[in-house]
């Protein structure tokens, strides 16, 4: 397709931006541009096809299955994107007198309220943008607490090798050494490495539960209770709360300080790099280092407060308010009883699709999983020579979205599929008959699938190219 640039006809005119409202005034020298501003030149009509013409060939939600493993793509409810709509939301500004922006604060207040109760935690901060982003909040809290006991020789964080890559990431940026620890051959944390690895320099373990091949910790209450005798703290990766909302919670678990990617679990779109949120909720002997902007309540206002040893600011202002907003109207609307059920769908699910594909590609675990699954085609590569790379470009010419490819790493030619929800058996069983085509059809004619995607408006692309020499700018 044309790129916008490229559909521009030199004094073409449209009239969609409004009309000046405000005296027109001219920039000091110092900041005005010196070279002409090259936009597109288009009329309205060739604009709206444009960006018909983009969402044509997007994939979504929206468009079909999309069961990309680690990420939770549910169906994000309408109702979530009305109520951030509304003008009493939308219209506001971060600087805004706080007794005129009461409605908003009352948001903050009550999703921390509702997150707290979820993750069994008793204060959150919605201020990092992402998972990752708090994640590193989260352990930044824990380096202030070890700091303020003068505890200065713990300067090592333990990661499960079964972790989201994102935690050791998390643990090096805070200028701790990651300590990685195998886990055993049925996917969980090794407790006789652990209790090898624990001492007085250990500041904290980063947990993911359920972990990133899908499985719950059997050991968890032996595993913080380890950590925490050694003097160290329990960090929860809550990017898979999907899995456990309403069922367990990580604060029942022994843990001190949890995650949520609330873009994931409380609905709110994602991917592309748009915006997300990751609140990180902490126990009661942590709320006085989190990030400033927690509100409480004074005087019977809710106004922004500093906790007494915060850290400081992580992120300009109170983080993604429309985002929290999503969350808080998701959890208002689906209650009580629609929380639990909705991760006791996505875990039934699961448990569907690896039960219906088992006979035919290679669990990877023992069964049952948590809310997704990971199967390894290690023996169909050996066999015909189709990899799970070949898998994922034949699901394409399907109409779906492959699954997550190539992680955990610990599994060879893994393909890790979350279903989620929100996708109706009629959905399932189409697309285990799709999986099960393609897998006969490696056997008969590998070079089909060698070949696909033959639908898809562009084929293979050179990938390493792509990555290692991208272009992203329009070369007028
Ligand atoms: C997605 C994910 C993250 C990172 O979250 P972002 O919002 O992408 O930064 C961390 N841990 C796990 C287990 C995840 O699935």
Do not use: W
Request: glycine share 8%; net charge negative; with cysteine.
């Amino acid at each position: 397709m044309k790129l916008v640039f490229e559909r521009s006809v030199k004094g073409r005119k449209n009239d969609f931006i409004p009309k000046l409202e405000v005296e027109e005034t001219v920039l000091p020298d110092k900041f005005s541009r010196k070279q002409e501003l090259r936009l597109p030149e288009i009329s309205q009509v060739d604009m709206s096809r444009h960006y018909t013409e983009l969402a044509d060939n997007s994939f979504g939600v929206n468009n079909g299955f999309y069961p990309l493993g680690s990420c939770t793509m549910k169906y994000n409810p309408k109702i979530n994107d009305e109520m951030t709509q509304l003008p009493g939301f939308s219209q506001i500004h971060p600087m805004q007198p706080i007794e005129t922006a009461q409605g908003s604060m009352k948001i903050y207040h009550l999703a921390e309220e509702l997150l707290a109760e979820i993750t069994g935690m008793d204060a959150m901060t919605f201020q990092p943008a992402a998972g990752a982003q708090g994640e590193l909040t989260g352990i930044m809290l824990i380096k202030a607490y070890h700091e303020n006991n003068q505890d200065f020789k713990r300067n090592k964080i333990i990661v499960p090798d079964s972790a989201h890559g994102t935690n050791p990431a998390t643990a090096s940026m805070v200028n701790y050494d990651t300590i990685n620890i195998p886990s055993k051959e049925n996917g969980r944390v090794d407790l006789d490495k652990l209790r090898e690895v624990v001492g007085d320099d250990t500041a904290g373990l980063m947990l993911t539960n359920p972990s990133t091949v899908g499985l719950f910790e059997h050991d968890i209450i032996e595993i913080t209770k380890i950590i925490h005798d050694a003097g160290g703290l329990c960090y929860y990766d809550g990017a898979n709360l999907n899995a456990i909302m309403g069922t367990v919670r990580p604060g029942d678990m022994g843990f001190d300080v949890v995650h949520l990617n609330i873009h994931k679990t409380f609905s709110t779109p994602h991917g592309g790099g748009g915006p997300g949120a990751g609140p990180i909720g902490c126990k009661e002997f942590l709320k006085p280092y989190l990030p400033n902007y927690h509100v409480i309540e004074k005087d019977g206002q809710l106004v922004f407060d500093t906790p007494e040893k915060s850290i400081g600011q992580v992120k300009t202002f109170y983080g993604h308010f429309a985002v929290v907003l999503r969350a808080v109207t998701y959890i208002l609307f689906l209650g009580k009883e629609g929380i639990p059920q909705a991760s006791q769908t996505a875990v039934l699910n699961a448990n569907y699709m690896r039960e219906q594909l088992k006979d035919n590609f290679e669990m990877a675990y023992e069964g049952p999983c948590m809310h997704e699954f990971v199967m390894s085609l290690d023996t169909l590569k050996k066999e015909t020579g189709v990899t799970a790379l070949d898998v994922s470009k034949a699901l394409l010419d399907n109409g779906m979205h492959p699954p997550t490819m190539y992680f955990p790493d610990v599994v060879k030619e893994a393909l890790m599929l979350e279903p989620t929800e929100t996708e109706s058996k009629e959905t399932l069983d189409k697309v285990i008959r799709v999986f099960k085509q393609i897998h006969e059809q490696a056997y008969k004619n590998p070079q089909l699938i060698k070949d696909a995607p033959s639908q898809t408006l562009i084929g293979r692309v050179d990938e390493t190219t792509a990555a290692r020499n991208p272009i992203l700018t329009y070369q007028f």
